[in-house]
């Protein structure tokens, strides 16, 4: 296969964007600028969606729960970017049907019927159905204490690889993505920024820019008070969420919307066939956000939740894997943390005659595509080249002519029928119509190579390293996959040697194509 990251061509003398920050925002800006024309540099210190944007519940949903904040205008626009969003990614999101156990103690059926005829109405709806009410029968897995709820739609989302698919759009449009690259300084020169970057090997190089997007999440208020020695217009409040991984709690596809005493929800998710998926919590942090990490009374809370729904009851030797993250929302003064706006805020600074610099404080995985139009919106005084909107009716990459990911998966088994199902869903619902070019010369198994476990073959991990970026066995296992759910420890120590012994090759031919200045 063509490697198509190779180390890019230094970037010229000026850009156009600058962007700080491989998050779905930051992404969602690069892709969004590229495809206007613009010329484009991302640079993140970590991998793509290494922080918040690979630790959410997994959703693209309205947020119901807003509804009672009278957050209208967020959950209407979120719904909009619901049905817009399926159409860009069927492979990467999917419709699902969420159930809301009737508690009549915390909220009353005429207020949960009144908010879903809202969550209904409220915003654009043509693919999803409607809300109903459900009586629940002896096959129920809630206990017997919940005989009636409630149904509505949402959609789940592959959280970091939407982020990826972002990365890709913007680099097929032009745009340089430089990983493991962090901006240390950034300064005024006149009508342009003079931008210090480090690479994790200790390299630097310096690049300017019309314009200089702060797309750094939690990080957004240390980029503008450290390194660019301003201060900050907005306060950041990190708000950490957690979530638990179990084996299966319910058959079916439907996910369950739980409601708490405190007036939190939870949700329990199907993930990945065979786990499901328990979060979130909302908890005040203070701390480096790379080091976020659920907390013991965080499980308690969770189990606790999940315990007092199901039938069958979880306890901490049920607990296959968590995780954690922490949520950059702009603080709006609230006493409770649930109730803190998932709004964006986004501001401008342009003193006269100086390059503009725009910051992103707060936003959703859902409106991550209306905050890169309003960022652009913005600027676009600045660049009255720059061509109009333009993905409300794209597609990013790996959707291009894709119908469904099941109807892909059923005609690669069909043309490859050595390929077992199980493979052919994964890769479908992971790469979409891009999966054709794992199985270039592919006429069988064994042609894929070396079995790491899990379906996971030596292919497969070359792709991932030279068409999506991966360097590292976290990239791979947690970011472009989920597979470190189903690989033992011996199967990763093999699969990390396996990258090792990959990665002088990469970097022999990295040298020999490109300066060794900027990032494969």
């Known amino acids: 296969m063509k490697n198509a990251h190779p180390p890019p061509q230094p970037p010229g003398d000026i850009h156009d964007l600058l962007i700080i920050g491989g998050g779905i925002n930051g992404c969602g800006i690069a892709a969004d600028a590229a495809g206007r024309g613009l010329r484009v540099v991302l640079c993140e210190q970590d991998d793509l969606a290494a922080h918040t944007s690979s630790a959410s519940s997994k959703l693209i949903h309205g947020g119901l729960r807003y509804l009672e904040q009278h957050a209208f205008r967020l959950v209407r626009e979120a719904l909009s970017e619901r049905e817009i969003l399926l159409g860009m990614a069927p492979h990467l999101i999917r419709p699902m049907r969420f159930i809301l156990p009737h508690r009549p103690a915390l909220r009353p059926a005429w207020m949960i019927r009144a908010g879903l005829f809202l969550y209904d109405h409220l915003g654009v709806r043509h693919s999803l159905p409607g809300s109903r009410h459900l009586q629940f029968g002896p096959s129920s897995p809630l206990n017997s204490t919940f005989s009636e709820g409630f149904e509505y739609a949402d959609c789940w989302v592959d959280d970091a690889r939407l982020v990826l698919a972002n990365a890709q759009s913007a680099h097929e449009h032009g745009a340089h993505i430089l990983l493991h690259t962090r901006c240390i300084r950034a300064q005024r020169e006149q009508d342009l920024w003079r931008v210090e970057l480090q ?38 409040r990190m708000i950490k969420g957690s979530h638990l991984v179990v084996p299966r709690l319910h058959e079916g596809e439907q996910a369950y919307i739980l409601q708490h005493d405190d007036g939190r929800i939870v949700f329990v998710i199907p993930w990945l066939e065979r786990f499901s998926l328990i979060g979130t919590t ?22 606790g939740v999940v315990n007092a729904h199901f039938r069958q009851p979880l306890t901490r030797r049920d607990i296959v894997h968590h995780f954690s993250g922490v949520r950059p929302l702009c603080d709006d003064a609230s006493g409770n943390p649930a109730a ?40 676009g005084p600045h660049f009255p080249q720059m061509d109009a909107p333009w993905t409300a009716h794209s597609r990013l990459p790996g959707s291009e002519g894709l119908e469904s990911p099941r109807q892909l998966a059923e005609a690669l088994c069909a043309s490859h029928r050595w390929l077992s199902d199980e493979l052919a869903w994964r890769w479908a619902t992971s790469y979409g119509s891009h999966t054709p070019r794992l199985l270039e010369g592919v006429s069988c198994l064994m042609d894929l190579g070396e079995n790491f476990g899990a379906g996971l073959y030596a292919r497969e991990v070359d792709y991932l390293c030279e068409q999506e970026w991966v360097s590292s066995l976290e990239d791979l296992l947690w970011r472009r996959s989920k597979l470190g759910l189903l690989l033992g420890p011996m199967q990763q120590q093999r699969l990390a040697r396996y990258l090792e012994d990959r990665q002088p090759a990469r970097l022999s031919r990295a040298s020999a194509a490109r300066p060794a200045l900027l990032p494969a």
Not at 208 to 233: I, K, M
Not at 353 to 374: M, W
């Open 199 to 236: 690479r994790r090997d200790g390299q630097s190089l310096t690049l300017r820019s019309r314009a200089l997007v702060n797309a750094a999440g939690p990080w957004v208020e240390q980029v503008l008070t450290e390194h660019l020695q301003q201060a900050s217009p907005r306060h950041v």
């Open 282 to 303: 909302d908890c005040e942090f203070h701390g480096d956000p790379a080091t976020v990490a659920i907390s013991e009374a965080e499980i308690d809370y969770l189990l």
């Open 340 to 379: 803190v706006t998932r709004d964006y805020t986004l501001t401008l600074d342009q003193p006269p005659g100086e390059a503009p610099l725009l910051s992103v404080f707060g936003g959703k995985l859902t409106t991550y595509r209306k905050l890169a139009e309003a960022a652009l919106a913005l600027l």
